[in-house]
């Protein structure tokens, strides 16, 4: 490596400081560079903010009219899109070549909250874990949602209750 000699000069004195050989500092400097020179700038998978407020603005009256997951899916294919599961939550693809463009979050409709609206998670959903928690998990046997009763737990006993008072 061929350096100029007041940037070689420099470098010496900068290890000389931290007690380092020239070629510990200068590994450590070229590996900083390469660490800032390939990480991502933006978090992984969160779409490009250029992108989402006119797709918001897009779809706004959509998602706010749908009254069901069919509709929401109708009304979004008939502008070129499509809602598909993502991990835990849903994804706006575009319709045509099934692009990823981003998270339904990312737009202002979490999946708890549409689940929620439309009362049913959306279909097919393979993660059951929040679908569960909102209307109890599937084929369930307990009171139904509302029930005054389904707050508490009736214990009989075989006898009468001793007090020690």
Known sequence: MILPKPMLDAARQIARERD??????????????????????K???????????????LLAVDFGAAQGWAELQARLRAKGFALREAGGG???????????????????????????????????????????????????TGPPAGDPDEDFDVIERDQPFLSTR
């Open 20 to 41: 380092v050989s020239l070629g510990s500092l200068l590994r450590h400097a070229l590996a900083e560079e390469i660490r800032r020179a390939t990480r991502n700038a």
């Open 43 to 57: 978090t992984p998978n969160r779409a490009d903010e250029q992108l989402l407020g006119p797709l918001r603005a």
């Open 90 to 140: 849903l994804a706006l693809h575009a319709h045509s070549d099934g692009t990823r463009l981003c998270k339904a979050s990312e737009l202002g409709h979490a999946y708890g909250s549409l689940m929620r609206r439309f009362g049913a998670p959306f279909p097919g959903h393979a993660h059951r874990h929040l679908a569960d928690r909102l209307f109890g998990p599937p084929n369930d």
